[in-house]
């Protein structure tokens, strides 16, 4: 049997009430999404008020939206996986080191980024 999509206006409006619960449910049970939200708060401005340029800016504000994006999708890997189960696995480990280091390394970018752009000057 064949699920019937919705398409159009439908599917944008139920994609952005599906973004939203993502948010919500990010900033209510996700204590690493908040912190790293509140340093975007602080980062997105400052990179906005450093870059001289349209690219430069680009360059500053691109990580922190990158560190949002990977952290959203590091919680995703780990809600999937406790919803399989609790118990400790090698590969439900393996998985959510997977996802944290994707955050670290989106850190580090961000770092490497900030440090070229700002460095040169």
Not at 42 to 50: E, K, N, T
Not at 58 to 63: D, H, T, W
Request: charged fraction near 20%; glycine fraction near 10%; include cysteine.
């Amino acid at each position: 049997m064949e699920r019937l999509k919705p398409t159009g206006l439908t599917r944008v409006l139920r994609a952005f009430g599906s973004s939203y619960k993502g948010f919500a449910g990010a900033w209510r049970d996700e204590a690493a999404f908040r912190q790293e939200l509140l340093f975007a708060v602080v980062a997105l401005p400052l990179g906005l008020w450093l870059g001289h340029s349209g690219v430069e800016r680009a360059l500053l504000v691109g990580p922190v939206l990158l560190i949002l994006i990977v952290e959203l999708v590091n919680s995703a890997i780990e809600a999937a996986i406790d919803r399989i189960g609790l118990e400790r696995h090698a590969l439900s480990g393996l998985a959510k080191d997977l996802g944290s280091a994707a955050v670290l390394l989106s850190f580090v970018l961000l770092i490497v980024v900030w440090c070229l752009v700002l460095g040169d000057r």
